[in-house]
């Protein structure tokens, strides 16, 4: 209970901080209220000043029912207004405020109303008594002819107690008509002394003031305690009766009260300050009107106003959560940014809270699965083979890298195309769910075919049925078949040139020994240059047989961390030695290391170079040039030699070193070690005349 009456004292007090103009307007309003129901009590304003303050106060009150009225309208309108616009929530507004006007508004107005009418008969039956005397009161107290009359009934009073009461042992009211009709020359019209019960113990009126008025028991216990006099104004027909009440004792100290009256004319009074009570009665009446109306527009504007804060209070939380929800459907869930009202324990409040934990967790799974996609679509974008997946309209709703990249090297069409082509309606009829289709397709671009492999499976995502479709180049497949072949066939070749050569190459030593000391010097001539080309040839066919050897029986690089421009300065120091004639320039700046295997790499060099010297004929200029680009080593090596034709640059650059029949197997050992570093090797045209290599290794 006290947890709850806090928390209700700390809403009020964050309202009052929120609207901090309404505690001050609060305490004017209950100022101007007290102001206008004790006006009358005012003694320092005439009646005069009276009239023109109630005056004000009327046209204040008219001021206050108008600026009702506009926030009334405005408030109504603003209202209706958002149900027009917010089209979400229009219905469930329109419902609450209906509901709570009607509930609270509607009887609060008859209440009003009801009780304003019992109010308005209420005066009319009460005016002419009790609320007409206490007006015309308030009104003489505070003139300054009542005090006159006052003063003078004060002063009679006490010479009344001073000349007779406090010198005699016995009042009398003979003494007592005596002193008012002779002393006093009736001047005033009534002397009564009291006993402390309130019995008129002596008395004496004027014919004017037959009807006998006691003392009221207020004011006797007023005099028994406070032992001051007390003055009274009651009504006597047209006439108000002025009376003074003094505390008094007999000479025997018995204790007695006083009563000086003095009757007075209304009509006279009332000419004089030029009012009467129907002015009176009839200021009152509008004053009532006014106020009541004041108080039914007050009432009207606080249930308009109370029930729009409810209202809002309701659906603009739901009006933001059917927003957020929208956005949540859109894959949308930056909700921060949509205005919600403060957080609260109610049910709205663990409404919103528990829609804000959902959607962060709706957003969590979200993120997982995006990267999960991400995940899966980086592997399948790397697979080597191409991957589409087709919905069961044959409509594409994926297609990976791989494929993208199969159809632009090969210069094939568009996917539609491709698809057609496949003729892939009619393979759907062959597809079973448990066993996909396989099928091999040879493709004609220009005068290069393509090899292509395709299986087709029916799969099912999410209860629908789909169609995977893997499409494989099998070029390299036959690249790696016919490369399979040649190296067999290089090995067989090997063997069987290498076997006979060192026979060959003795018999001709042998040969050569035994016959030049026979021979004369022509002869002898001839025998050296005869055995010499045996011999050179013989070398050619040893080195031509070590190329296939070497070339069937390729192994995988033993990388080791070494200096590139050290493994070709050997290779080139030899050359040079060999070749005098050749001119070989080596261009470098740093130092290069990073793993390679050296003893293949060398062989690379030596192809090169060996492959130049042929196209010069041993006489030249060959150029080497070594740098760092991006992670990667480039080594250029260009001659000014015969040059090769576009057809073998072009297919040497594309792969198919296994077609061509114009290049030895030199070229071939090195396009696979280059292949085997995971790096590059292109041939361009060099300018003038010549070729040039261009080999690209990762560094890493």
Known sequence: MILNLLKVIKKIISFLKNYKFLLPLLILTILFVWVEFNISKFAFLNTFQKKFLIFIMIQINLIFILILLYFIFRYLFKIFLEIKVKKVSKSLKFKLFGTYLISIIFPSLILIIGSAFFLKKSVDYWFKGFLREKFITNIMKTEGYYKDIEQELMQKGQEIIKDYISKTKHIKGKDLRWIRKIKYLAT?????????TGKAYKKTYSSEARHLIGIPPSILEKIKI???PVSQISLIGSKAFIRVF?????????????????????????SAKNVSPEDIYKIFNVFLLISISLILLLVIFIGVWVGSKIARNLTEPLQNLIVATQKISQKDYAIENISTLPASEDEIGTLIKSFKEMVERIKLYE????KYTQYLKSILDHLPVGVLLLNKNLKIDYINESFKKLLE???????????????????IDHVDSKKPFYKTYTLSKGSKEIVIGITLSEIFLFKEKAYLLIIENLEEKEKLKKLSIWKEVAT????EIKNPLTPIKLSIQRLRKKLQNNLDEDQKKILFKTTEMVEKYV????????DFYYFSKTPLPELKKSSLIENIKEVINLYE?????????FKHKNEIIFNFDPFQLKRVWINLLDNSIKAMEGNGKIEVEVYENKGNVNVIFSDNGSGLSDEIIEKFNSGEILDLKEIGTGLIMVYSVIKLHKGDIKIEKNIPKGTKFIITLPKT
């Open 188 to 196: 005033i019209d009534s002397i009564v002394v009291y006993t402390y």
């Open 226 to 228: 406070e032992q001051m």
């Open 246 to 270: 003094i505390p008094t004792h007999d000479k025997k100290g018995i204790p007695y009260i006083l009563s000086v009256g003095k009757l007075i004319d209304l009509s006279d009074f009332f």
């Open 367 to 370: 993120e997982e699965m995006q």
């Open 409 to 427: 090297e090969n210069q094939l069409l568009n996917t539609e195309t491709f698809l057609n082509l496949l003729n892939i309606a009619s393979l």
């Open 492 to 495: 067989k070749i090997a063997h």
């Open 539 to 546: 070398e050619e066919l040893r080195k031509l047989a070590t």
């Open 577 to 585: 030695f060999a070749y005098p004639d050749l001119k070989i320039e």
